[in-house]
């Protein structure tokens, strides 16, 4: 008997360990992604500006001294002062001494922003783009190009609104402009974060899962069979419940350890059990057998009388209970 106990303990213990253990491996994974996202949206901004601002500057004709801004002749990294003119303006600013390339690529992007030809429509268009080929499905997303000098020049793609941003970074490039900085704002779900785990695990794991469960269900359907089974009546009179033996005449519950006398209630009530088939009485008979008249409190007393029982058969260690589902008309001896 005990045996048995402790395979379905097994089971059950098993069946827990192998959900947390795919809790958890879900919950690694699941960061794992997020993190991947969240690493590759940068790079992938950088990618969308420098490709739109090659493809429009291929149509431009654009003269950069190459000479004058030769690194060999500057202090890359430190500062340098530059002078601002406009119709009613003039003054100085400081600005990082860069390499001839990187000056280029400032000096285009300044260019496209004066002539109004850098837009963050045509950005968000090559960034969604991008990240769809990194399996990163945005449900939603937004770019900005905010420009700054004497003045600040806002300008988005995509409305924010009503986003719940799971994401957001910025790029910041310097030239005639003090600042000119790339922002994006990034929606996903969790389709987009499930598309990019790695799941082999996590199936293995749910296939065992699924195994287990229903092994543990087969074993406590199996297990209610026996139990029934379990109770005998003695060519005495008595009745063998498991391993303890159960005499209505003294009114006895008897274990290998101890000894517990029933009060004549239970006692009745527990005898009504064990001579009904399947060991199931409804509560209709229980109530008709003892408060038959006096029925308006009826069920109140039957309750308390089940109660009662459960914790006697508890008190003498026995694994039986009385059972009874919500709604359900009957109670079983299980």
Not at 106 to 119: D, E, F, I, P
Request: glycine content about 4%; aromatic content about 12%.
């Amino acid at each position: 008997m005990k045996y048995k106990k402790h395979i379905t303990k097994a089971l059950a213990g098993l069946f827990l360990s192998i959900t947390i253990a795919e809790l958890i491996i879900f919950w690694i994974h699941y960061e794992e992604a997020k993190s991947y996202i969240h690493h590759e949206i940068r790079p992938l901004l950088e990618e969308a500006m420098r490709k739109d601002i090659n493809e429009k500057m291929k149509k431009e004709y654009f003269y950069y001294p190459k000479y004058e801004n030769d690194p060999k002749k500057k202090n890359l990294g430190k500062y340098e002062k530059k002078t601002y003119r406009s119709q009613d303006t003039t003054f100085t600013y400081q600005s990082k001494v860069v390499d001839w390339e990187t000056d280029l690529f400032r000096g285009s992007q300044c260019y496209l922003q004066v002539t109004n030809k850098l837009h963050p429509q045509e950005v968000k268009t090559i960034f969604d783009s991008l990240a769809t080929r990194k399996k990163i499905i945005a449900t939603k997303s937004a770019i900005g190009i905010i420009s700054t000098f004497y003045k600040e020049q806002n300008e988005w793609a995509g409305d924010t609104t009503s986003m719940s941003v799971d994401y957001r970074t910025s790029i910041d490039k310097l030239g005639g402009f003090e600042n000119i900085s790339y922002l994006v704002y990034l929606d996903y779900s969790f389709g987009t974060i499930w598309k990019l785990m790695p799941k082999i695990a996590l199936y293995i794991l749910l296939l065992l899962q699924v195994l287990c469960g229903i092994t543990l269900i087969g074993w406590l359907i199996k297990r209610a069979k026996e139990r029934r089974k379990e109770i005998v009546k003695l060519k005495n009179g008595n009745y063998k419940i498991d391993s303890i033996i159960f005499n209505p005449d003294t009114m006895k519950l008897t274990n290998e350890e101890k000894e517990l006398v029933l009060p004549a209630q239970q006692n009745q009530l527990l005898l009504l059990f064990l001579q009904s088939e399947d060991h199931k009485v409804s509560k209709d008979t229980i109530m008709d057998t003892f408060w038959a008249k006096n029925y308006s409190d009826s069920r109140t007393k039957m309750t308390t009388a089940i109660d009662r029982l459960r914790t006697s058969l508890k008190g003498i260690e026995s694994e039986r209970i009385i059972y009874t589902q919500k709604g359900s008309d009957y109670y079983e001896l299980i």
